[in-house]
């Protein structure tokens, strides 16, 4: 019954910014190492970044310096902030969560990024 929702996605031109946002429920938040994948048509799904319990985060090289992943504990909610966003940037976000101390993943549906002038 996990639940993972993305939103925040959308047409940005190049150099903008934009912040996703992913809520879940029905999960102990605090045992997932909480990610961002993207994907185009044709391609595999790409680790952008995750993070985990103790905020400890991992970035793709593509994406370091303009990206940064954090997580509301509260809220059950993790984000990610994009800046200086690149035509290459353009993908369907999606979010993953994944147990740190057994096999068990959640993936959310995605959302659409565009970065293009």
């Known amino acids: 019954q996990a639940q993972l929702v993305e939103s925040g996605g959308g047409l940005v031109q190049p150099g903008g910014s934009l912040r996703l946002s992913c809520a879940t429920s029905?999960?102990?938040?605090?045992?997932?190492?909480m990610g961002w994948y993207r994907q185009v048509p044709g391609k595999q799904r790409e680790m952008v970044t995750n993070i985990t319990s103790r905020d400890i985060p991992v970035y793709a090289e593509s994406v370091k310096g303009r990206f940064t992943i954090y997580r509301d504990t509260a809220k059950d909610t993790v984000y990610l902030q994009m800046n200086n966003l690149k035509p290459e940037d353009t993908a369907v976000y999606y979010c993953?969560?994944?147990?740190?101390?057994?096999?068990?993943?959640?993936w959310g549906k995605g959302t659409l990024v565009t970065v293009s002038s």
């Open positions: 029905g999960l102990w938040f605090n045992a997932y190492v």
């Open positions: 993953n969560a994944r147990n740190m101390y057994h096999n068990s993943e959640f």
